[in-house]
């Protein structure tokens, strides 16, 4: 019934053709010149059709026009790159001809009490959806997305579960925080999840009874694919372990996305859940997801996105992403503020994979020695799996916080049993040994991360740091989420400081 049910869904809404461009097309082989004929493309549509970027690449697309592959990308990568901030203030501005001009909130889509309309107007694509980012690293950013650039995106997400195996109609259980990506309204169609295959389990905090209700709800609902971020699904395979839960049914796919996966939290979840498959994606509210786990690193969607770096003021590499076949709110060039290498590889077998790798998070995402070296996850995560061969693979999650130049405090969850003096003497000798001499280091043992799941989750927390889980800034109805998150940072940061 729910796959006769998606076929209809896609038939009525005219995406069908769509899905199969996204989710089912692949770019394994002769990647480059494919990729260099859609920037070209999205480039001479943006050219002409779009307010904010008319006229601009006029110069461009006259002088490469018919320039080899390496010499198109070398000058495509000395146009100017665009920051959250510079489409935050360009606003609508950046859509194409006359959505730029209209009132965005009149053509929006209401879906709730009248179906007939919606469907209508779901077939017809005269309307317009909100998508809101978290904001952290410049303004929040209010993306108004027309029908293709909002199935667009939300087929990225079905890529990558199809990559894992997953069919639409396939049970699927999706296990988010609350009040976060939107994510309470779309759980409103629980009740239909005998025809979609969907089930949202939502959360506050991370706790046995929180896992125990989610397990429960596996054991009922029997998903093929879990998905939930990589802290909360390592929290889930460590309750179910302490309190020896009875897990039933094992999701035959796990997708962890959104936060940077650790070695450490990848094996104590494989050790758990044996029999299920767990695999990494990455993306961002703006994009969609835009790359999957594969073999030597993340592969990005060559079909969907063209990643660049540029070193930041650190030397860092940045990424810089390009959209693909996204013009009517066009990312062009789009400055992620994440740190991660790209490169191009070959197999044996001539198939291409274009990969992101060695990926650190935002560029903010580092802890400043006293002596002002960068340490990013990176090193955290090579730090802990230097500490599991000497401890038999004790650590299962790490969390570090800045608590002022000259301290940072290190907190473990470790398995039962562990010796828990050794691991912390060991810990503040090797840190003093590769970070500093001269700093503190204070080790703490916990059984749960104390974290508001409102934000987005880090393994490296700096003061002042602060970012709200994409969707709800934007969104009128949550400010007061908003306003308490804030207030609650700030008081932490108050009583750290000693106020």
Not at 332 to 353: C, H, L, Q, S
Request: charged share 25%; net charge neutral; glycine share 6%.
């Amino acid at each position: 019934m729910s796959k006769a049910f998606f076929r209809t869904v896609f038939g009525v809404s005219g995406v069908t053709k769509l899905y199969r461009d996204v989710v089912v097309a692949d770019r394994l082989t002769n990647i480059r010149p494919q990729i260099r004929r859609d920037l070209q493309q999205l480039l001479e549509r943006v050219n002409v059709e779009n307010p904010w970027f008319q006229g601009k690449f006029t110069e461009f697309l006259a002088r490469n026009q018919a320039a080899d592959d390496a010499t198109f990308f070398a000058n495509y990568a000395r146009l100017p790159s665009m920051s959250k901030q510079d489409y935050a203030v360009a606003g609508q501005q950046v859509m194409a001809g006359e959505l730029a001009r209209i009132d965005a909130k009149s053509r929006q889509l209401v879906v709730e009490g009248r179906p007939v309309e919606s469907i209508l107007r779901l077939r017809k694509g005269n309307f317009l959806m909100p998508m809101a980012t978290g904001g952290s690293s410049a303004l929040p950013l209010v993306v108004w997305m027309t029908k293709h650039h909002m199935f667009s995106m939300l087929f990225t997400f079905f890529k990558c579960w199809y990559r894992m195996g997953w069919r639409p109609g396939e049970r699927m259980m999706i296990f988010y925080p609350k009040n976060t990506y939107n994510i309470d309204d779309m759980v409103k169609f629980n009740r239909f999840s005998w025809l979609t295959g969907f089930r949202y389990h939502l959360f506050d905090k991370i706790n046995e009874q929180t896992v125990r209700g989610l397990v429960d709800d596996l054991n009922r609902f029997k998903p093929k694919l879990l998905l939930v971020f990589p802290s909360p699904m390592n929290m889930i395979a460590h309750t179910i372990r302490r309190f020896k839960l009875d897990l039933r049914h094992q999701p035959e796919l796990i997708n962890v996305s959104g936060e940077t996966f650790f070695d450490c939290q990848r094996r104590n979840i494989e050790s758990v859940f044996t029999r299920s498959k767990v695999e990494d994606s990455y993306g961002s509210v703006e994009l969609g997801e835009i790359a999957h786990e594969t073999q030597g690193g993340l592969e990005i969607f060559a079909n969907v996105a063209y990643v660049e770096t540029e070193p930041n003021e650190a030397g860092q590499p940045e990424m810089v992403v390009t959209r693909l076949e996204l013009s009517d709110f066009p990312f062009i060039r789009y400055k992620m503020k994440d740190i991660a290498n790209v490169e191009f590889v070959k197999n044996a077998e001539g198939e291409e994979r274009f990969l992101l790798t060695k990926i650190e998070g935002k560029d903010s995402n580092f802890i400043m020695s006293d002596q002002g070296r960068r340490f990013y996850p990176s090193f955290f995560n090579g730090f802990v799996n230097r500490l599991n061969q000497q401890f038999d693979d004790a650590i299962i999650e790490i969390k570090v916080y800045e608590r002022d130049q000259r301290e940072l405090e290190i907190q473990f969850i470790v398995r039962q049993g562990a010796d828990e003096n050794r691991i912390a003497a060991a810990t503040r000798q090797q840190l003093q040994a590769e970070m500093s001499p001269s700093m503190e280091f204070r080790v703490k043992f916990v059984d749960f991360i104390d974290h508001d799941y409102r934000r987005k989750y880090r393994v490296i927390e700096r003061i002042g740091d602060v970012e709200f889980a994409g969707g709800i800034v934007g969104d009128e109805k949550k400010q007061q989420t908003v306003a308490e998150v804030e207030a609650d940072a700030t008081a932490s940061e108050r009583t750290t400081a000693g106020v």
